[in-house]
């Protein structure tokens, strides 16, 4: 029976374009490790303003002072925006850097890029 995509990875070539590229170029490998954190902080980002937005809907008239709890809740709108900026960014990073990663893979050890997980290099 056939492995799943996922788990069809050559582990010696793996090794050695793990090996290759944590020598030649960390900082291409460790940003394109980073794709998982910026997915997870979008992801995250965008629950939490859904949330504050029905919070604020719900609660923001009611609320004694409730320029003040406008104010506040405008403040994490701004906090949110700025984290999710931050994720699209660091998530653009990660794409440029897989992509530079499975240039060299396919030139240097003849094989193609499964995935990058942590300073790891998966080939098939």
Known sequence: MRSSNRDDVDPILSREATEALNASMPAVVASAARAQLASTMLLT?????????????????????????????????????????????????????????AAVVERDHHGRLVRVQGRQVYVR
């Open 45 to 101: 980002c965008s629950t939490c303003g859904v949330v504050l937005g029905l919070l604020a809907a719900i609660f923001g008239s009611t609320v004694s002072g409730g320029l003040a709890v406008l104010a506040g809740i405008l403040v994490a709108f701004a906090l949110l925006v700025a984290t999710m900026l931050v994720a699209l960014v660091i998530g653009l990073r990660a794409k440029r850097a897989r992509a530079q990663i």
